[in-house]
């Protein structure tokens, strides 16, 4: 089993700046992508970010140019750094991981992120 743990949620002025982390934890894994997803009140989740295990990096065109997922290997986290915050980038931002040995995927709980005027 693999426990994902999220940090970094919180309040912030649109044009501002927030990093999200997310910690994978348990035994017997081996992380394959890892990503960020959102979801806003009454919409759809979507995808934001993901990073492969090689480093490759993909965006939602949203996000593109102010967001940047990275990702310590070392340490089986993934970071979500958030750029130039706009008030829609508000929701409840959640992170997945996907371990290589069992071929499964795993879920954070989520962390808020609202931006205001």
């Known amino acids: 089993q693999v426990q994902v743990a999220e940090s970094g949620g919180g309040l912030v002025q649109a044009g501002g700046s927030l990093r999200l982390s997310c910690a994978a934890s348990?035994?017997?894994?081996?992380?394959?992508?890892m990503g960020w997803y959102r979801q806003a009140t009454g919409k759809a989740r979507e995808l934001v970010a993901t990073?492969?295990?090689?480093?490759?990096?993909d965006y939602a065109d949203s996000v593109k140019g102010r967001f940047t997922i990275s990702r310590d290997n070392a340490k089986n986290t993934v970071y979500l750094q958030m750029n130039s915050l706009k008030i829609e980038d508000t929701a409840v931002y959640v992170c997945?991981?996907?371990?290589?040995?069992?071929?499964?995927?795993?879920w954070g709980q989520g962390t808020q992120v609202t931006v205001s005027s």
């Open positions: 997945a991981v996907s371990d290589y040995v069992r071929r499964q995927h795993y």
């Open positions: 990073v492969t295990s090689g480093g490759n990096t």
């Open positions: 348990g035994s017997g894994f081996i992380l394959d992508a």
